[in-house]
């Protein structure tokens, strides 16, 4: 490998067979550059494609201008996180996952506060590196009060197919102390899969307390986490 350095910045031209005798073209300051192998002069305001010859050391010619044509490729796969917690407060359903869940006491929230769809929907977002769910449907909207978030995931999954992917897995978990989840869990899972159109082996839900610890652990709230896959169709 040589290494190309001037006062601002340094470069590094791998050297490998594929590319012997081969130009590699480079955007440097002008000035003069040395390398353990070769030493060559940039000439001022002037992209410059350098042809070095492998264990060369002599300086050879320089061209002109150069740009790639090489479009981005595109991603194979994106992942995605996303979290959630809203307050519980009595006088508010407990919706997870869009089931309703039998509870004293609900998430205040601007839509429905289901807290598992949310994440999900950030984490679906977040893969495909668009704004979170906040700036998409924002709480200071008024046709978002009291939505349910199925229509927050069934956007997401718009976008996530018009982008040309699907769920390669998901794998959510919901943080409440009260009430228990097991009764519901597979309801839950089931919902969520249906909503995704993913099939439901590769949708995961697990469920944790938070040892009465902080808010999460007082069942003053609720919190969920997801991390997903998505694979290009």
């Not at 060559?40 to 050391?57: D, E, H, M, V, W």
């Not at 917690?85 to 508010?92: I, S």
């Not at 919902?191 to 993913?198: D, Y």
Request: glycine residues 8%.
């Amino acid at each position: 490998m040589a290494m190309a350095t001037n006062l601002y910045t340094s470069y590094s031209i791998l050297m490998t067979k594929a590319h012997y005798n081969k130009s590699v073209s480079l955007s440097l300051q002008p000035g003069n550059c040395t390398t353990s192998h070769v030493k060559f002069t940039i000439p001022i305001q002037k992209r410059t494609g350098l042809s070095i010859a492998a264990a060369s050391t002599t300086a050879t010619h320089v061209d002109g201008p150069t740009t790639s044509s090489k479009a981005s490729k595109t991603l194979p796969f994106r992942v995605g996180h996303g979290f959630d917690l809203h307050r519980l407060e009595p006088g508010y359903p407990l919706i997870i996952g869009g089931i309703d869940v039998p509870h004293d006491r609900g998430c205040e929230a601007h839509s429905d506060g289901d807290v598992l769809l949310h994440c999900v929907v950030d984490a679906i977002l977040g893969a495909l590196g668009l704004p979170d769910i906040g700036q998409i449907f924002p709480d200071s909207d008024p046709k978002w009060k009291g939505a349910p978030s199925s229509v927050f995931i069934k956007e997401a999954v718009r976008l996530m197919h018009e982008a040309g992917y699907e769920i390669g897995n998901l794998d959510a978990t919901l943080i409440l102390q009260r009430p228990k989840l097991s009764p519901l869990k597979e309801s839950i899972r089931a919902n969520l899969s249906e909503l995704l159109g993913a099939d439901p082996s590769a949708v995961n839900l697990k469920a944790k307390t938070h040892e009465k610890v902080d808010s999460l652990g007082e069942n003053r709230s609720i919190a969920a986490h997801t991390v997903v896959l998505l694979m290009k169709k």
